[in-house]
């Protein structure tokens, strides 16, 4: 006897192919019924016998396509109704949304086969893609993901691709983005100045002889232009450095294949497997000896891979002009990438030469991921194209909560029943331009979730855009300070809830007494936190000027802690200095214009300048960077001396005066810079483990639970030594995994905290 149910599938199930998957199943266990797309994920009618429907079910849940997540499946019992086949139906557009929006993903092997097959008629197509593979997130327009809702509306199929796309046996049926060189998106090569000089595929052609010619070219790609360059010719690297305003950030490159990466880089098996994925992303990895141009990455042992994750960017490696190229975000200093079209010649001119587009619409703009492996872990740097705006599941109460991040390294989140969705990697808000990119990216998610905002988080700093961005959105406004969102955050990445120690270590964070904070031991949860001990203070004459320039905040903190003497360390350490470390000396007394800071990121500042690696920092932690770069985790040395000193106020304060003067003291000895640089990060971790082992002892009816949030902790000597040195003293160590511990998981935090105190709020 022939029974009834209804299905219903909720997580990232559409633009995955899911639909035919279902039919392929159906027809297998010979289910009739229909299967369609709604707001709320895909909707299954089922009829056939209890065994069949029961062997479906089960096929669902065990065997989903390769991009797909089920977060849920729901059965339900149903009424039969006599159906004689299984089909997919037109999708249903009513009701609000709780779909998971699809992401973007990397060429799959079977459209890289066809494309490299002269049989086949997509041979060389630049846009091929299927059900498994290709532009989701950042041609959407409308949900659910359907053609008419996406940039691919503007492309009548031909008759080959419709058939395919009609087709439910076909891994391309209701493939989106399906096109071919008859009726889909075409490239174009023109110089910058618009003038056109090829397309299709003799424009590929031309682009990688330009480039193995030393010629730097922007390069449209899935969620913006890229600026490429070849990654051996030294001259062009500078030349493009130079045009760009970017002296010695590292910059990425894309290597032909996984064989050439690993050429030039050590690739792990679980590097590889990451860059691999679908989410290819850039994974961060140690430089072996090559040919490589030294400028890539100024003074590091490591550098930004990836692999190509875009036909176009195969076809480019296929003409074996060049193997790897620079690939780095097409925007001018400071300002959000660029990807359209009209900008590109505006904003690249006097950067690139030429520009290598197409007509295939970007309408959301994404960066790549940035990704490591430490300890046999992912963690992200930058979590971008490929991973957003994928949700979390959580069992917190964020419905109808946002919360809009920090002011650098920014993302947004938002809460809509039991999901987080962490928007895109923004950048930092000191610009109109980003801040309007914010505003339209955080419209557009917000279009999509189907929910109202009820509570914003944001900072406590009362000078971030998003403050008074928060105050202008009409709901109620959640003060976060910074460091609780970190380790809150942290908390939610490991799905913790009961009350935790916290390590916050990083750069800048506004705290409750008005002074910067950075260098923090925390005890608390979503609910409270307490502050626990921290850096002594140490003025930063001249505010943000002294974070740019290292050498100031390094002159300042021997003053604090050395007064007269401390000023002629700085006169010996920076002799070029000493009519400003005068001027610098008289604000310290008069405090003009200097804030209070204890900050690892400013610890780190004062010890690179010291150490002559960075007295003049020209991008955000390049002082620090330049620190762990040079770390050797097998070279173990004894820390330097500091105190720890407990006040009345039942918070401690880490003295670092000791290790200070032994610091200048070995380097105007000139003992090794890395000897200093080993002790120099032994004192870090042993001040953070002898710290909350003290504070553990004095509260022993505190849990043994640690987390590890803050920028710092990109730092693997940090992250590794305090981890386990913890662990060997019976704590629980949890550190990040699915959003970064810099500032760009901060919302995820914000978001958890908030969604609490509206929870208390509400019960009182």
Same mark, same amino acid.
């Given at each position: 006897?022939?029974?009834?149910?209804?299905?219903?599938?909720?997580?990232?199930?559409?633009?995955?192919?899911?639909?035919?998957?279902?039919?392929?199943?159906?027809?297998?266990?010979?289910?009739?019924?229909?299967?369609?797309?709604?707001?709320?994920?895909?909707?299954?009618?089922? +009829?056939?016998?209890?065994?069949?429907?029961?062997?479906?079910? !089960?096929?669902?849940?065990?065997?989903?396509?390769?991009?797909?997540?089920?977060?849920?499946?729901?059965?339900?019992?149903?009424?039969?109704?006599?159906?004689?086949?299984?089909?997919?139906? *037109?999708?249903?557009?009513?009701?609000?949304?709780?779909?998971?929006?699809?992401?973007?993903?990397?060429?799959?092997?079977?459209?890289?086969?066809?494309?490299?097959?002269?049989?086949?008629?997509?041979?060389?197509?630049?846009?091929?893609?299927?059900?498994?593979?290709?532009?989701?997130?950042?041609?959407?327009?409308?949900?659910?993901?359907?053609?008419?809702?996406?940039?691919?509306?503007?492309? =009548?199929?031909?008759?080959?691709?419709?058939?395919?796309?009609?087709?439910?046996?076909?891994?391309?049926?209701?493939?989106?983005?399906?096109?071919?060189?008859?009726?889909? *998106?075409?490239?174009?090569?023109?110089?910058?100045?618009?003038?056109?000089?090829?397309? !299709?595929?003799?424009?590929?052609?031309?682009?990688?002889?330009?480039?193995?010619?030393?010629?730097?070219?922007?390069?449209?790609?899935?969620?913006?232009?890229?600026?490429?360059? %070849?990654?051996?010719?030294?001259?062009?690297?500078?030349?493009?450095?130079?045009?760009?305003?970017?002296?010695?950030?590292?910059?990425?490159?894309?290597?032909?294949?996984?064989?050439?990466? !690993?050429?030039?880089?050590?690739?792990?098996?679980?590097?590889?497997?990451?860059?691999?994925?679908?989410?290819?992303?850039?994974?961060?990895?140690?430089?072996?000896?090559?040919?490589?141009?030294?400028?890539?990455?100024?003074?590091?042992?490591?550098?930004?891979?990836?692999?190509?994750?875009?036909?176009?960017?195969?076809?480019?490696? %296929?003409?074996?002009?060049?193997?790897?190229?620079?690939?780095?975000?097409?925007?001018?200093? @400071?300002?959000?990438? $660029?990807? !359209?079209?009209? +900008?590109?010649?505006?904003?690249?001119?006097?950067?690139?030469?030429?520009?290598?587009?197409?007509?295939?619409?970007?309408?959301?703009?994404?960066?790549?991921?940035?990704?490591?492996?430490?300890?046999?872990?992912?963690?992200?740097?930058?979590?971008?194209?490929?991973?957003?705006?994928?949700?979390?599941?959580?069992?917190?109460?964020?419905?109808?909560?946002?919360?809009?991040?920090? =002011? =650098?390294?920014?993302?947004?989140?938002?809460?809509?029943?039991?999901?987080?969705?962490?928007?895109?990697?923004?950048?930092?808000?000191?610009?109109?331009? $980003?801040? %309007?990119?914010?505003?339209? +990216?955080?419209?557009?998610?917000?279009?999509?979730?189907?929910?109202?905002?009820?509570?914003?988080?944001?900072?406590?700093?009362?000078?971030?855009?998003?403050?008074?961005?928060?105050?202008?959105?009409?709901?109620?406004?959640?003060?976060?300070?910074?460091?609780?969102?970190?380790? $809150?955050?942290?908390?939610?990445?490991?799905?913790?809830?009961?009350?935790? /120690?916290?390590?916050?270590?990083?750069?800048?964070?506004? @705290?409750?007494?008005?002074?910067?904070?950075?260098?923090?031991?925390?005890?608390?949860?979503?609910? /409270?936190?307490?502050?626990?001990?921290?850096?002594?203070?140490?003025?930063?004459?001249?505010?943000?000027?002294?974070?740019?320039?290292?050498?100031?905040?390094?002159?300042?903190? #021997?003053?604090?802690?050395?007064?007269?003497?401390?000023?002629?360390?700085?006169?010996?350490?920076?002799?070029?200095?000493?009519?400003?470390?005068?001027?610098?000396? =008289?604000?310290?007394?008069?405090?003009?214009?200097?804030?209070?800071?204890?900050?690892?990121?400013?610890?780190?500042?004062?010890?690179?300048?010291?150490?002559?690696?960075?007295?003049?920092?020209?991008?955000?932690?390049?002082?620090?960077?330049? #620190?762990?770069?040079?770390?050797?985790?097998?070279?173990?040395?004894?820390?330097?001396?500091?105190?720890?000193?407990?006040?009345?106020?039942?918070?401690?304060?880490?003295?670092?005066?000791?290790?200070?003067?032994?610091?200048?003291?070995?380097?105007?000895?000139?003992?090794?810079?890395?000897?200093?640089?080993?002790?120099?990060?032994?004192?870090?971790?042993?001040?953070?483990?002898?710290?909350?082992?003290?504070?553990?002892?004095?509260?022993?009816?505190?849990?043994?639970?640690?987390?590890?949030?803050?920028?710092?902790?990109?730092?693997?000597?940090?992250?590794?030594?305090?981890?386990?040195?913890?662990?060997?003293?019976?704590?629980?160590?949890?550190?990040?995994?699915? $959003?970064?511990?810099?500032?760009?998981?901060?919302?995820?935090?914000?978001?958890?905290?908030?969604?609490?105190?509206?929870?208390?709020?509400?019960?009182?």
């Amino acid at each position: 006897m022939s029974k009834s149910i209804k299905v219903t599938v909720k997580g990232r199930v559409q633009g995955v192919g899911f639909r035919p998957f279902i039919f392929r199943i159906a027809e297998q266990y010979r289910i009739c019924g229909t299967v369609q797309n709604n707001m709320d994920g895909v909707r299954i009618q089922a +009829e056939g016998s209890q065994e069949e429907l029961e062997a479906f079910v !089960k096929a669902i849940r065990t065997e989903p396509p390769r991009l797909s997540r089920i977060d849920e499946v729901i059965v339900e019992k149903g009424q039969p109704t006599g159906f004689d086949r299984f089909e997919i139906i *037109p999708s249903d557009r009513d009701g609000k949304s709780s779909l998971v929006i699809p992401v973007d993903s990397a060429t799959c092997n079977d459209c890289l086969e066809e494309m490299g097959d002269p049989a086949n008629f997509r041979y060389r197509y630049p846009f091929i893609n299927c059900t498994q593979c290709g532009p989701r997130y950042t041609i959407i327009d409308a949900l659910p993901y359907d053609r008419p809702y996406t940039v691919m509306k503007d492309f =009548q199929m031909c008759d080959r691709c419709e058939s395919e796309y009609n087709d439910p046996r076909n891994r391309r049926h209701h493939a989106q983005p399906i096109a071919c060189d008859a009726c889909g *998106p075409e490239v174009t090569l023109t110089s910058i100045d618009g003038e056109f000089i090829a397309g !299709k595929d003799e424009a590929i052609r031309t682009v990688s002889r330009l480039l193995s010619e030393g010629k730097i070219v922007a390069i449209k790609g899935l969620g913006g232009y890229h600026l490429a360059c %070849d990654a051996y010719n030294e001259e062009t690297v500078r030349l493009l450095r130079k045009r760009k305003n970017r002296p010695n950030r590292p910059l990425a490159v894309m290597a032909a294949n996984i064989d050439v990466a !690993k050429a030039i880089c050590d690739v792990s098996e679980q590097e590889e497997k990451i860059m691999r994925s679908p989410e290819a992303p850039i994974v961060i990895l140690k430089k072996r000896d090559s040919q490589l141009a030294e400028s890539l990455a100024p003074g590091m042992n490591t550098l930004g891979v990836m692999i190509p994750y875009t036909p176009l960017h195969h076809l480019l490696f %296929d003409e074996k002009k060049v193997s790897v190229l620079v690939m780095t975000s097409a925007n001018p200093s @400071g300002l959000p990438l $660029v990807y !359209k079209d009209d +900008e590109a010649h505006e904003y690249l001119t006097g950067i690139a030469d030429y520009i290598l587009s197409h007509n295939r619409k970007i309408l959301r703009p994404v960066d790549d991921s940035v990704v490591r492996v430490l300890d046999g872990k992912l963690t992200f740097h930058r979590r971008a194209r490929g991973y957003v705006p994928d949700p979390m599941v959580t069992g917190q109460p964020v419905h109808e909560v946002v919360a809009l991040g920090s =002011q =650098q390294k920014n993302t947004f989140a938002i809460g809509r029943n039991r999901q987080i969705f962490v928007g895109p990697h923004i950048g930092d808000m000191e610009h109109l331009e $980003v801040v %309007d990119h914010f505003k339209k +990216e955080y419209a557009y998610l917000m279009k999509w979730m189907g929910t109202e905002v009820k509570t914003v988080a944001t900072d406590l700093h009362p000078g971030y855009m998003t403050t008074s961005m928060a105050e202008e959105m009409g709901a109620r406004v959640i003060l976060v300070q910074h460091h609780h969102a970190h380790l $809150v955050s942290c908390m939610e990445d490991n799905r913790l809830t009961d009350p935790v /120690f916290g390590i916050i270590l990083d750069g800048t964070g506004y @705290g409750e007494d008005g002074n910067i904070w950075g260098f923090e031991i925390l005890y608390g949860s979503a609910h /409270f936190y307490k502050r626990m001990a921290h850096l002594t203070y140490t003025h930063l004459p001249g505010g943000e000027k002294a974070i740019r320039e290292p050498w100031r905040n390094a002159t300042a903190m #021997l003053i604090d802690y050395f007064g007269e003497r401390g000023k002629e360390f700085a006169e010996k350490l920076f002799p070029d200095k000493s009519y400003e470390i005068g001027i610098i000396n =008289q604000m310290i007394r008069r405090n003009i214009n200097s804030p209070l800071a204890g900050t690892c990121g400013r610890l780190f500042d004062a010890v690179s300048a010291i150490l002559g690696q960075c007295q003049v920092s020209t991008y955000d932690g390049e002082a620090a960077i330049r #620190l762990s770069e040079q770390m050797k985790a097998d070279k173990l040395e004894k820390s330097y001396p500091f105190k720890i000193n407990k006040n009345g106020d039942d918070v401690a304060t880490i003295d670092f005066g000791d290790a200070l003067l032994g610091i200048v003291e070995d380097r105007l000895q000139e003992k090794p810079v890395q000897t200093i640089i080993q002790k120099f990060h032994e004192t870090i971790v042993s001040i953070c483990v002898e710290t909350v082992v003290s504070l553990s002892r004095e509260n022993p009816d505190l849990n043994r639970r640690v987390v590890l949030s803050g920028g710092s902790f990109h730092n693997p000597y940090l992250l590794h030594e305090i981890t386990k040195r913890l662990k060997e003293k019976q704590f629980d160590v949890y550190s990040h995994s699915r $959003v970064p511990c810099n500032d760009g998981g901060l919302s995820l935090g914000q978001l958890i905290v908030a969604a609490n105190r509206k929870e208390e709020a509400t019960d009182s």
